[in-house]
C-alpha cells in the first residue's frame, strides 16, 4: 500500500520535472529518494505512536492524515490533552518543526512523550516525509 | 487490518528501504553481521527488530539460557506472577505498538496490584486497613493521615512534584539539579518526619532512602503520573501481556530472522577502526560493523574494553548499581483470612516487607503469595539457601499473624541478588549522580552503542528499554 504511494510519488516527481535536463531530473529524484528513505528511518521514533494513512486507527498518538494546514488537536476519536485541544496551532511548516524539536516547548502540559528530533538533517528528512505520508 | 496483513505490511515497507536506496551502513566483508545486540531483553530485542526490518543482518547475544531479560513471567506459579517488569503503561507507546504488531492482546490479572487489601504490621503491631487513619502509630499530620502505608512512597514522593508538567526529559535539565540529593534530606526539607521516611524506605528498591537520589524518585514518578493520561486497556492506563509479559519477549525472538543465541556470555569486547568484536567466556568471538550492549552497569562491571572505556564511562560502570529485590513464592494451603478476618496481604516494616496474595478468590488457580522484599532487607537472604529463606519466611509471617501458621507450602525463589546476568531490578541514581552521569550513558564507544533501561531519559522500566533500543538502533541506521 505505501509501496505503491511513494513508487507513484517518485513517478510523479519524475514527470514532473518535465524536459529539463536529464541530469538535473535524476539528480532531483535521487535526492528525494534519499531524503524519503532517510525520513522512514526518522519516523522510527514517531510509528509506535501515529499511523498515517487516510482511516487508519489512533494509537497511542493520533492519526496523521491531514497533518498540514490542520489545526492542532481536533482529529475525531482521539483524546488530546487540553493544553492541545485549546492550543489553535495550525499545523504548518515553521510550527511542526518546532514542535518536532521540542513539543513540550511549543506547548507545555500536552501528553506527547518525545524527547526531539536530535539533528536538523533528520528532521529535514522526517518533514519531507511527513509531507508525502499524510496528504 | 487483521495480523498477518500487519506483518506483511511492514515487511513490505521494511523492503521499500532497501529497493529505493543502498542502506546507509552494511557489512563491509571484514564483519560476519552488520550489528550484534548483546542482550536478549526488551531494548536488546526491539533494538534487533528495528535493524532487521532495514535489512541488516543482525545476530542477538544472551547470556542466560532463556529469552527476556528482565521480563520473565513465572509461569508455572499460580497466577503467574511477574518476577520483574510488571505493568505495561499507558504511556508505554513502543511496548504497546509491538504486542499489537505481534498479535498479543492485554489484560489485568486478578492479583490485585496495589489496591488489594492489605493489613499492616507496624512496630511490631498488627492492624487492619481501616484502623490506620485513626491508629496512634500513623505519624503522619492532616490529610496525609488516609494514606496507607503501602501508598505512603508513592504518594508523598509525588505530591507537589516539582517535575510536574515539565517534559519527561526535564530531570537532566540543570534547573532540577538541586534536587540531585539524598532522598531523606529532601523529605526533611518538605517537613515530613522521620518515621514517615522510616516507612516510606521499607519497599524503597535501593538499599537505603539516603542512598538514592531525590531527583531519582521525582523523575519515577513523574513518569508515573504520565503514564495516567494515556488510557489504553478498556479504559485503563495499566495492564499485562495476556499469559505473561513474556509471551511478548518469546514472540519478539520468535520474529527475527536470526535466532538469539542463549549462553553467551560476554568477557570482553574489541574493536578495530573497521568493526567490532564480542568474546563469549565459551570462547566463541562474534564480529559486526556496530554492536549493541544492553548489559547492566553491574554485570558490565566484569567485562573488559578493549581500547578501554573513557574514564567517566568506566566510573558510571564502576559506580552505578541497581534496585534490589527478593521474592519467595509460596501456594496458600488454608485461606487463612477467612480464619482472622483481616486482609489476605501484609505489609510490614519488618525483613519479610510485603506478602501479596493471588486468587484469593480461586480465580486463576489456587491461592498463592510472594515475600517481596526490596532494598538492603534483601541482603538478609543473600547467602541463604532456599530452604532456610522459606523457612525465616514462613516463620516471620506466622509471628506475625497466628493463622498463617502451616498455611504455606515453598514453590520458588526468585533473587535478583543471584542472577550474575542481571544484578538488580532497575537503575537507580545514588545523590549526585544524575549530574555526573545520567546524560552521558547514551554516548557511544567508537562501534559499540550502549541501550537497556538505564539508558532511556524519557521513559522508565519496560518502555525505556524500548526507547533506549529504538536510540541505538537510530545511532546505527544514521552512522
Not at chain 2, 492506563?237 to 553467551?264: C, E, F, H, R, V
Amino acid at each position: 500500500m505505501k509501496r505503491l504511494l511513494l513508487t507513484s510519488l517518485v513517478a510523479s516527481l519524475i514527470l514532473s520535472v518535465g524536459s529539463t535536463a536529464q541530469a538535473e531530473e535524476s539528480s532531483t529524484t535521487e535526492e528525494t529518494e534519499k531524503q524519503l528513505m532517510l525520513g522512514k528511518r526518522a519516523f522510527i521514533r514517531c510509528v509506535a505512536c501515529h499511523s498515517l494513512a487516510e482511516g487508519e486507527a489512533h494509537r497511542t498518538g493520533p492519526n496523521l492524515h491531514g497533518l498540514f494546514g490542520a489545526t492542532a488537536g481536533q482529529k475525531e476519536g482521539f483524546a488530546y490533552s487540553d493544553a492541545l485541544k485549546n492550543s489553535t496551532m495550525e499545523w504548518n511548516d515553521e510550527n511542526l518543526r518546532a514542535w518536532l524539536l521540542s513539543p513540550a516547548t511549543v506547548i507545555p502540559g500536552n501528553k506527547m512523550a518525545f524527547g526531539g528530533v536530535p539533528s536538523e538533517k533528520e528532521l529535514d528528512a522526517l518533514m519531507a516525509y511527513l509531507a508525502e505520508m499524510t496528504k | 487490518m487483521n495480523k498477518i496483513n500487519r506483518r506483511q505490511f511492514i515487511k513490505s515497507t521494511g523492503g521499500f528501504v532497501a529497493a529505493a536506496a543502498a542502506p546507509a551502513v552494511h557489512a563491509n566483508g571484514k564483519s560476519d553481521y552488520d550489528a550484534i545486540v548483546i542482550g536478549a531483553g526488551l531494548s536488546g530485542l526491539h533494538a534487533a527488530m528495528l535493524l532487521e526490518e532495514n535489512d541488516m543482518k543482525v545476530l542477538v547475544l544472551e547470556g542466560r539460557q532463556r529469552i527476556g531479560g528482565r521480563v520473565y513471567t513465572l509461569m508455572h506459579v499460580p497466577g503467574k506472577p511477574e518476577a520483574a517488569g510488571e505493568w505495561i503503561g499507558g504511556n508505554y507507546a513502543r511496548m504497546i505498538a509491538t504486542a499489537r504488531k505481534l498479535g498479543m492482546d492485554f489484560w489485568i490479572p486478578e492479583q490485585g496490584g496495589p489496591d488489594r487489601g492489605w493489613a499492616y504490621e507496624i512496630n511490631g503491631q498488627f492492624l487492619s486497613a481501616q484502623d490506620w487513619e485513626k491508629h496512634p502509630l500513623n505519624p503522619m499530620q492532616g490529610e496525609d493521615r488516609s494514606i496507607p502505608p503501602h501508598r505512603m512512597l508513592w504518594t508523598i514522593s509525588n505530591k507537589d512534584n516539582p517535575l510536574a508538567d515539565q517534559p519527561l526529559d526535564a530531570w537532566l535539565k540543570p534547573e532540577f539539579a538541586k534536587y540531585d540529593i539524598p532522598f531523606d534530606q529532601y523529605l526533611r526539607k518538605r517537613g515530613y518526619n522521620e518515621e514517615t521516611i522510616r516507612l516510606m524506605d521499607v519497599t524503597i528498591h535501593t538499599n537505603h532512602i539516603s542512598n538514592t537520589s531525590a531527583l531519582h524518585e521525582l523523575r519515577r514518578y513523574h513518569v508515573n503520573s504520565f503514564n495516567a493520561k494515556h488510557k489504553f486497556y478498556e479504559g485503563n492506563s495499566y495492564a499485562q501481556i495476556k499469559g505473561g509479559n513474556s509471551l511478548l519477549t518469546d514472540a519478539m525472538a520468535d520474529s527475527l530472522k536470526q535466532q538469539p543465541l542463549l549462553g553467551k556470555t560476554v568477557v570482553h569486547f574489541d574493536q578495530t577502526s573497521t568493526n567490532a568484536s564480542v568474546h563469549c567466556a565459551d570462547g566463541t568471538k562474534y564480529t559486526a560493523d556496530h554492536i549493541i550492549s544492553s548489559i547492566p552497569m553491574p554485570v558490565l562491571r566484569d567485562i573488559t574494553f578493549s581500547p578501554r572505556l573513557p574514564e567517566q564511562m568506566q566510573a558510571a560502570v564502576n559506580e552505578v548499581d541497581y534496585g534490589l529485590s527478593m521474592q519467595a513464592h509460596f501456594l496458600i494451603k488454608k485461606k487463612f483470612w477467612e480464619e482472622d478476618g483481616m486482609e489476605p496481604s501484609i505489609w510490614s516494616d519488618r525483613s519479610i516487607e510485603r506478602f501479596g496474595v493471588r486468587n484469593v478468590n480461586n480465580e486463576d488457580g489456587p491461592p498463592a503469595g510472594v515475600a517481596f522484599i526490596n532494598g538492603e532487607a534483601s541482603h538478609k537472604y543473600r547467602l541463604m539457601s532456599d530452604e532456610a529463606i522459606f523457612n525465616y519466611v514462613a516463620n516471620e509471617l506466622a509471628e506475625i499473624r497466628p493463622s498463617m501458621k502451616g498455611a504455606l507450602d515453598p514453590i520458588l525463589i526468585q533473587s535478583c541478588e543471584r542472577d550474575p546476568h542481571g544484578a538488580g531490578d532497575w537503575v537507580y541514581w545514588k545523590p549526585g549522580q544524575i549530574g555526573k552521569y545520567a546524560a552521558n550513558m547514551r554516548e557511544r564507544h567508537g562501534r559499540i552503542h550502549f541501550c537497556g533501561e538505564h539508558t532511556a531519559i524519557m521513559e522508565r522500566g519496560m518502555e525505556g528499554a524500548f526507547e533506549s533500543g529504538e536510540r541505538a538502533a537510530l545511532d546505527v541506521l544514521f552512522s
